[in-house]
């Protein structure tokens, strides 16, 4: 089966490179997915909650390297495949989620750079996703027997845009950000492209006074750091009347905000993490699903984690019960998500599903299934790699000792996994073991 495997050489190459250089590829993941069923079959059912105008929050917590990431990367590409848009953003000391002087905005804008559609699944779809739109109601509009050339067509297709419009009037910002969809339609229709350019350029939260945009669109209303999340529940809100399912947020690398030195600022962010929570929960939020991922320091730390804003501690702590003998494997029911380590097998055909791709772009590679088994109970026989391996690191490892096989044809995966521990033994010790007369 591993062997019918065909992955198309431009996603191939990307993938391999990515997985060598030990971060997560944007593209292709779902051809080196193993294992983690039981969480992916957690966050399907919160994606039918969303399609059916729910919302959730979740949290996924691992170490480094565990697979966070690639599991965000899986998520996003199955969610854009079933037709809802995606956006993510890896939170870092320039973006977070409440800040002053655009750290805040910051986020949002890396969000609606990445925004993931169907039909484009590598970020940048804000304008497709509304151009899509209105041409769906033009050929609606068409098909009902009203010709584009008829005066009443474009006032025909004017109407119902404006019934979606009126629909989503209602929370912080509505109006503006109808009125910024409205006046899309209108340079459209006329091929203004610069008010097309304006209406993207407020969307992606680009102006940067009010003055401006009122110039540029007649808006009263800008997106910044204040306001940014009211108008992601916003375009949660539009997508869904449009005809996507909802939107996805993805928001990785939060650790940063355990990072955060000053106290204040620290607890801004996780009470901005309070407000997400409790409006998806609470249902504030309609059509919107976010999943943050980070560390166990982020999320457990007393003293700066999330456990430390009590709020939080008290909504994400895990159940008492949950250590207990009647608790056996992965606890999913509650927010937070914690990725375990995989078992022996699945990590065995973790390796073959690398091979596989790698002989595809590279040729293939003298590498037998024993030989497979010989690298990874090498790898977990070192001192703690059997609680601290990470999938990371083990196909950085095998992906090295792949390409050393390809260059030379006559080497053997023992040779290089020998070659490999004496060097090992001769750090630790001092002294080359070969080097002992007997």
Aim: with cysteine.
């Amino acid at each position: 089966m591993e062997n019918q495997i065909k992955v198309p050489k431009r996603i191939l190459s990307s993938l391999l490179a990515s997985l060598s250089a030990g971060v997560v590829p944007r593209t292709g993941a779902p051809y080196v997915a193993i294992g983690r069923s039981d969480e992916i079959a957690a966050l399907y059912k919160d994606f039918e909650a969303v399609a059916d105008g729910g919302a959730f929050t979740r949290f996924i917590i691992g170490k480094y390297g565990s697979g966070k990431s690639f599991l965000i990367q899986l998520m996003r590409g199955y969610a854009c495949e079933r037709d809802f848009v995606c956006a993510d953003a890896d939170l870092s000391p320039e973006r977070r989620l409440c800040a002053t002087a655009g750290a805040g905005l910051a986020t949002y804008k890396e969000l609606i750079k990445n925004l993931s559609s169907k039909g484009a699944t590598g970020g940048g779809a804000l304008s497709q996703i509304i151009v899509r739109w209105l041409s769906d109601l033009q050929t609606d509009v068409a098909k009902e027997g009203t010709s584009p050339d008829n005066d009443n067509f474009s006032r025909e297709v004017s109407k119902r845009i404006y019934a979606v419009m009126h629909e989503i009037e209602t929370g912080v910002g509505a109006f503006d950000f109808a009125r910024v969809i409205s006046k899309y339609y209108d340079a459209y229709r006329t091929y203004d492209d610069e008010t097309q350019a304006n209406c993207l350029k407020w969307l992606r939260g680009e102006f940067r006074s009010k003055v401006e945009a009122r110039e540029a669109l007649g808006v009263n209303a800008v997106i910044d750091d204040r306001n940014w999340y009211d108008y992601i529940k916003l375009f949660a809100v539009f997508v869904r009347k449009i005809g996507y399912k909802g939107l996805i947020v993805f928001i990785d690398e939060c650790v940063n905000l355990y990072k955060i030195s000053n106290r204040i600022s620290r607890e801004n962010n996780y009470e901005k993490i309070l407000s997400i929570y409790n409006d998806t929960l609470q249902g504030k939020a309609e059509g919107l699903g976010v999943i943050f991922a980070g560390t166990p320091q982020f999320l457990e730390d007393g003293r700066r984690g999330l456990f430390s804003y009590e709020a939080l501690r008290s909504r994400l702590s895990d159940s008492i019960f949950a250590g207990s003998d009647s608790f056996n494997g992965l606890t999913i029911t509650g927010p937070v998500i914690r990725l375990t380590q995989l078992g022996d097998d699945e990590l065995l055909a973790l390796l073959a599903r690398i091979t596989v791709l790698f002989s595809q772009y590279y040729g293939a590679v003298n590498v037998s299934a024993e030989d497979m088994k010989d690298f990874l109970y090498k790898m977990l026989d070192r001192a703690g790699a059997q609680s601290m391996m990470t999938p990371r690191e083990l196909i950085r490892a095998y992906l090295a000792v792949l390409g050393a096989l390809s260059a030379d044809s006559a080497k053997k995966l023992s040779d290089v996994i020998g070659k490999v521990k004496k060097e090992e033994e001769k750090d630790n010790t001092g002294f080359d073991p070969d080097m002992i007369e007997i």
